[in-house]
């Protein structure tokens, strides 16, 4: 793999890619930018090199391949900017405390004057001795469903599996989403349960009302009344007593779904820090994890509430799923219709 440089050249394709200069974590001192999308070979350093070496703006500087130091590039700044020290301090910390990853020895440059470097690398050098490099790409989404669109148009178009898409904003909301997803999983299954049961009993009630008023689809049936048209009506009656329940349904779930599932809510957090703390109990210590495991169970704030547990979506599949079971369970009595003989209910009041 060679010997590693002292230095790190950072080539940017575009002015939204610099994240740290555009959040304010470092900021221009002296000069400017470099102008995006030229190969004019003019860097911005940092000011502690500018510092130390005595540099300042149109100054030039050489760099070497640090394995072919015969192979020397020449390089204008063009800008000197200065980095927070605690953002330098946690790189330091999660490189190892590399040189190249101290941001006094991070150069930046345009992407096509970095291009130009390892092209010139190349062809000055063989495989062992060329610059070595490491494309990474960061783009910005509006939604986690674009991000995850990206990532499956990326693959289909040729995108190599030793490449790693990841973000780190997309892992720590899916990190504070966790109690959420659990909680929907056990309130999903809870319904499973709800609707098998409803589905049963509805089926009954309606099995013991048609028996209860057999005496009068007898009575329909003998006037010359057709059977489907008692069907209708019985099923039409089971109707309109399920959109009345349906209505005082939806009505208590409003009010009490919100305050009832952020209790739930809380009590899922409560039992995941539980858990973390019991685990780092048992070892003694803080457990040692991978970073983006890491990521996903320190420091994520969990969504603790929800400001609305009823829309127009919830209450529609609401009135559906109601009415599907209705209608299911409605047919599945009124069959005991179609196989009533009138005469024999009539001669059989009893």
Excluded at 81 to 102: I, R, V, W
Aim: contains cysteine; hydrophobic residues 40%.
């Amino acid at each position: 793999m060679g010997v590693q440089g002292e230095f790190t050249v950072i080539g940017y394709s575009s002015d939204a890619a610099m994240t740290d200069f555009i959040n304010g974590t470092s900021s221009i001192v002296d000069g400017q930018m470099f102008t995006q999308a030229t190969a004019d070979m003019t860097v911005v350093i940092n000011s502690e090199l500018a510092s130390y070496n005595d540099l300042s703006v149109g100054d030039t500087i050489q760099l070497s391949n640090p394995n072919a130091e015969d192979e020397v590039y020449e390089l204008t700044i063009c800008g000197i900017y200065e980095k927070e020290a605690a953002a330098d301090s946690m790189m330091n910390m999660m490189s190892g405390f590399s040189t190249g990853a101290d941001s006094a020895n991070q150069i930046y440059v345009s992407n096509q004057t970095l291009q130009e470097i390892l092209a010139q690398s190349e062809e000055a050098s063989d495989s062992t001795t060329a610059i070595r490099s490491m494309i990474q790409g960061t783009y910005s989404f509006d939604s986690v469903a674009m991000f995850e669109t990206f990532e499956d148009e990326a693959r289909e178009l040729g995108l190599a599996d030793t490449y790693t898409i990841s973000s780190g904003d997309v892992t720590t909301y899916e990190a504070s989403l966790r109690p959420l997803e659990n909680l929907s999983q056990y309130a999903g299954y809870f319904l499973i349960v709800i609707l098998s049961i409803g589905a049963a009993i509805l089926i009954v009630l309606h099995i013991f009302s048609i028996r209860e008023r057999k005496y009068e689809i007898g009575v329909l049936a003998a006037i010359g009344m057709k059977k489907w048209k008692i069907v209708i009506q019985f099923l039409t009656e089971v109707l309109c007593v399920t959109f009345c329940a349906l209505f005082i349904g939806m009505g208590v779930g409003t009010v009490s779904s919100v305050p009832i599932t952020n209790q739930l809510l809380e009590q899922q957090i409560e039992s995941m820090n539980s858990e973390t703390l019991g685990q780092e109990e048992r070892f003694g210590r803080s457990m040692e994890m991978p970073p983006q495991e890491r990521n996903e169970t320190r420091g994520v704030e969990y969504v603790s509430t929800i400001s609305s547990g009823v829309n127009l979506v919830v209450m529609l599949e609401m009135i559906g799923i109601g009415l599907l079971l209705t209608i299911l369970s409605g047919c599945t009595a009124l069959i005991f219709i179609l196989r009533y003989d009138p005469l024999w209910i009539l001669s059989n009041r009893d």
